[in-house]
């Protein structure tokens, strides 16, 4: 009897057990519910009715029906709390999507002044580095300074909260390095390396990427052993050669090539198949009546084959006309100028007169018929004078504005003549001392020069023995023009041309463009002014200026 009782004794407190925890008596009586719960991000810890019951995702099979609280705790996120009520049976679906949360990172090193980069992305400060406002969560911090050991660590940056770290920088043993190239100009690069590359560069002890590069040559990549101490390696490259083929029309077409070789820039007149080094080379290509032809280039191993076509002008000598100004009225008038061929320089004049030489005037142009008058240039500028005088007084930078003016209203480009072309078209076909002979007596028909008239006037001028009637500057177009429809290429004003000034023609080109290497601050004028003596107003005689004068101007160039 006595044992009965106590069975049922336990029973009883068994039963009273379970259903005080919830456990199978009342999931008998009242059933179950379940719960799938997941979060952004997952991860978060489940708490259902206060008790653990994993990590999302996740799902929790027997709940007990009725009002339930889900609790949902996140690491990097403040907590986020659900009350729901399950009927027998149920599966309620929970999702949360966490609120976002900041904190703040600080990172300090011994030594200071370390560049830091938090996942991959480098900061602009030096450390103490501090970032506030950062999103929660672990972020991989590294930290290098040259000439100390470079750190990493996965700091975590928690809510409201400040994430603090502090490396210790030990040094690293450092060697020198040096390279000696072959040829001597070549590029040395650190692949990868946090310092850029020069003779005698400190770089921590290791292995080393080093890239050397020359035009003309093979680039080449090596591992360097980095020792402590100086390291000297030495890096000869082999030269790179490909065949150039150009193929042209016109047949007849001058085609020189430029290319930088080992001493410096060259320039050679082309040849089939000859070998260029690799790297960058220009092709240019003239021809009588056509439009000059350039191609920029690269050369490799395996050559560069070209087929050209160079347009032809259609155009006709003599043809005057005048370009309309988008702004309202007309640009100078111009004469349209053949190509062809003359010899420029005298030999027995002066020393910058020669040594003389053939000239291809390969590509015809418009010239001015006139000086640029006080006129044109008003269109421009406020300038004194009266309008049909040649404008005076005029810089450099005054006349390219104009110039740039003229371009853009007309859509063409102006610019200043070169010398070839300023003494192609004052010669006009002609081989003396002027267009109209060798005869100076007679150029006070053509133009105003130092003359008699002035010379009544300022008396200690050297002067022509003739009478032209101005004793200074006279109104464009005064006098006789020449066989090409020029006036006033001798005499009046001297004008600008675009060429640099040179002691001689030694290393001229031979075609008529313009000639700039070694250029200082002078340049040439040509043609001689209205107090010019005999020996300055002849087609070959050259002038050097760099500043403004009374007697000084300009006469434009229109490409066609």
Not at 53 to 59: E, M, S
Not at 73 to 93: A, W
Not at 428 to 457: P, T, W
Request: hydrophobic share 40%.
């Amino acid at each position: 009897m006595n044992r009965r009782l106590l069975f049922a004794g336990i029973l009883v407190v068994l039963v009273v057990a379970d259903w005080l925890s919830d456990g199978v008596g009342p999931r008998l009586v009242f059933g179950t519910a379940s719960l799938e719960v997941r979060t952004a991000p997952e991860g978060a810890a489940v708490l259902v009715n206060g008790e653990g019951a994993g990590r999302t995702p996740l799902v929790v099979s027997d709940v007990r029906p009725g009002p339930v609280v889900v609790r949902l705790e996140h690491p990097y996120h403040p907590p986020e709390l659900r009350r729901l009520t399950l009927g027998r049976g149920e599966r309620r679906n929970v999702e949360v999507a966490f609120a976002p949360a900041s904190g703040s990172l600080e990172i300090v090193t011994n030594p200071r002044g370390a560049a830091v980069s938090v996942n991959g992305e480098p900061l602009a400060d030096l450390t103490p580095v501090r970032v506030d406002g950062i999103a929660t969560g672990p972020y991989e911090v590294v930290v290098s300074l040259h000439g100390r050991q470079t750190k990493s660590a996965t700091v975590e940056v928690f809510p409201g909260a400040e994430a603090e770290r502090t490396f210790e920088l030990e040094r690293v043993p450092m060697g020198r390095l040096s390279v000696q190239t072959v040829p001597g100009n070549a590029a040395v690069t650190l692949v990868g390396a946090a310092v850029e590359y020069r003779p005698g560069v400190e770089l921590p002890a290791g292995d080393y990427r080093v890239r050397v590069s020359a035009p003309g040559y093979g680039p080449l990549e090596r591992t360097v052993d980095i020792r402590q101490g100086p390291n000297v390696v030495d890096v000869t490259l082999a030269r790179v050669f490909g065949p150039l083929r150009v193929s042209i029309r016109p047949s007849g077409a001058r085609v020189r090539v430029s290319y930088r070789d080992v001493d410096g820039p060259r320039t050679v007149a082309y040849e089939d198949g000859m070998e260029l080094p690799a790297g960058a080379f220009s092709v240019r290509a003239t021809a009588m009546g056509h439009r000059n032809l350039e191609r920029n280039l690269t050369m490799d191993g395996d050559g560069v084959a070209l087929s050209l076509a160079m347009q032809r002008f259609e155009v006709t000598p003599g043809q005057r006309f005048r370009d309309r100004l988008r702004s309202g009225g007309e640009g100078p008038e111009l004469v349209v100028v053949a190509a062809g061929t003359f010899r420029m320089g005298r030999e027995d004049g002066a020393f910058n007169e020669g040594p003389a030489r053939e000239v291809r005037v390969t590509q015809p142009f418009a010239i001015g018929v006139y000086e640029a008058t006080v006129a044109d240039f008003r269109r421009q500028y406020p300038w004194p004078g009266e309008p049909g005088l040649p404008v005076r007084n005029v810089s450099l930078r005054d006349v390219q504005g104009y110039l740039a003016f003229l371009s853009g209203e007309t859509g063409y480009r102006y610019r200043l003549p070169t010398e070839a072309e300023w003494e192609y078209a004052a010669r006009a076909g002609a081989a003396e001392d002027f267009y109209f002979g060798d005869d100076v007596g007679g150029i006070c028909r053509h133009g105003n020069v130092g003359d008699l008239a002035m010379q009544e006037r300022f008396r200690q001028y050297d002067a022509v023995g003739c009478n032209d009637g101005f004793v200074r500057v006279a109104p464009v177009g005064s006098f006789a023009p020449n066989a090409f429809g020029l006036h006033d290429v001798f005499g009046n004003v001297e004008e600008w041309v675009a060429d640099c000034w040179h002691p001689s023609y030694a290393g001229a080109p031979g075609d008529a463009r313009q000639w700039t290497e070694g250029c200082y601050s002078s340049r040439v004028v040509r043609g001689g002014a209205f107090d010019s003596p005999p020996g300055d107003l002849r087609a070959s005689a050259r002038n050097m200026g760099s500043a403004p004068t009374d007697s000084r101007g300009f006469r434009v160039v229109r490409e066609l």
